[in-house]
């Protein structure tokens, strides 16, 4: 199940949505700003349908 969440990328701020499928509980994954590209780390917790937390880190 997919979920869409506002995430706010370190770098430049720009604020965009991402997808995350809600079937896996804990997940950590690298995704690419949209807008200057540079790759960030994304930790989510969540339960199917929802998303709990989401963390972004920088490095
Ligand atoms: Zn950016």
Known sequence: MQVSEAIQCPF??????LTVDTS????????????????FEVRVECEPGEILSLEVASS
């Open 24 to 39: 896996v509980p804990s997940q950590r994954f690298v995704t690419d700003c949209e807008v200057c590209c540079r790759p």
């Open 12 to 17: 430049c701020g720009q604020v965009f949505d």
